[in-house]
Nanobody, 116 residues
Framework: QVQVVESGGGLAQPGQSLRLSCTTS????????MGWYRQAPGKQRDWVAL???????NYQDSVKGRFTISRDNAKNTVYLQMNSLKPDDTAVYYC??????????WGQGTQVTVSS
């Protein structure tokens, strides 16, 4: 059963920006820290950013200063603003609780491709 829905991916040139969105149920959103993850071709899925219920954030070193995670409690939505994109950011991006595993499943993800 899919409990999160990601959107907003696409094709971007290096240096450009994209904004990802993730919507989930109120029961999940109001109880858990939420995170964004990504999986590049041939690699394992890795954590990228997290946001606590109160809004405190943390990031992987590779995206610090370029990505911003936020949550809209009224809309049960988590965002990932991605600026200064690099080819290495190319991956399928997923949203889930942090730590992952609480929901027992992953959404379909959204593809981000950074290429000139």
């Amino acid at each position: 059963q899919v409990q999160v829905v990601e959107s907003g991916g696409g094709l971007a040139q290096p240096g450009q920006s994209l904004r990802l969105s993730c919507t989930t149920s109120r029961s999940i959103f109001s109880r858990y820290t939420m995170g964004w993850y990504r999986q590049a071709p041939g690699k394992q899925r890795d954590w990228v950013a997290l946001v606590l219920i109160g809004g405190v954030t943390n990031y992987q070193d590779s995206v610090k200063g370029r990505f911003t995670i936020s949550r809209d409690n009224a809309k049960n939505t988590v965002y990932l603003q991605m600026n200064s994109l690099k080819p290495d950011d190319t991956a399928v991006y997923y949203c889930n609780t942090f730590p992952a595993g609480i929901l027992g499943s992953w959404g379909q993800g959204t593809q981000v491709t950074v290429s000139s």
